[in-house]
């Protein structure tokens, strides 16, 4: 015999109380239970799908992402990089960025103890790796996956991958994206999705279900972050939600 039950949960975030309603299918004959299916309120919804912006150069830059109350900010360490940080510059700015939001030092293959050191200062409090390099460490990290077919999907350690286009060499992601079907079936991680997303092409992205959206120059203006542009996005992911 099936019975149908409705387990109600309060959940607290953001500083508000949301009410989580998970409904099951019970079979008592052999006791276990069937999802049926998860019911999220809208506004827990918008909570879980998140906003990174990614490649801050200036402080300006942070003072746009704090604006916008991002949820991560991309802080880039990989040498030769564009939009590669020092590490002073990265300290001050983590000194202005909102505790709210997640400082994320992105590298191509840096020494563990360099990163390490990162996260002992405060400097950043989660990491992206790209390249061969990947480190068990003790703050969220993220495994940035370089996307032409559906083999340079692998396996992964970290908590969250991130689908990006390629990236030339050292010098960073090419701004463009990739087939994003490539990745529709995608189901062992929590995942970014990167590469080439700006306001003209946002609910597509977002039709591929997400953990989270990762953007640099798709809300820039002549290289610097745009605030408007930033708004545009984050009213777009909170629309889509609805």
């Keep these: 015999m099936i019975f149908n ?36 309120n809208k506004e827990i919804l918008q909570t879980i799908m998140k906003l990174k912006i990614c490649g ?17 900010a991309g802080f880039v360490f990989a040498k030769g990089h564009r939009q590669e940080l020092t590490v002073e510059t990265a300290k001050k700015f983590r ?8 400082a994320v030092g992105v590298f191509i293959d840096e020494p563990k103890e360099f990163i390490e050191k990162l996260i002992e200062h405060n400097i950043i409090n989660a990491v992206q790796f790209h390249g061969k390099n990947e480190f ?33 060499g050292a010098v960073g992601s090419s701004g ?3 087939d994003w079907r490539l990745i529709e079936n995608y189901k062992q991680k929590p995942f970014f999705l990167a590469g080439g997303i700006n306001i003209t092409n946002i609910e597509k992205a977002l039709s591929f279900k997400p953990h989270g959206i990762d953007i640099s120059s798709g809300v820039e203006t002549d290289g610097k972050k745009n605030l408007t542009k930033i708004l545009e996005i984050k009213n777009a992911i909170k629309n889509y939600c609805k």
């Design 5 to 40: 039950i409705t387990l109600k949960s309060l959940v607290f975030a953001n500083g508000k109380m949301y009410l989580y309603n998970a409904c099951f299918n019970v079979d008592l004959k052999h006791a276990f239970f069937i999802p049926r299916k998860q019911i999220l």
């Design 176 to 178: 463009g994206s990739f």
């Design 56 to 72: 801050l150069t200036t402080i300006e830059d942070i003072e746009c992402v704090n604006a916008a109350s991002v949820d991560y």
């Design 136 to 168: 068990k460490l003790t703050v969220p990290t993220m495994r940035g996956i370089v996307i032409k077919t559906k083999e340079d999907i692998k396996p992964t350690n970290c908590d969250y991958v991130i689908f990006d286009s390629h990236w030339n």
């Design 95 to 102: 000194a202005v960025l909102s505790p709210n939001i997640l």
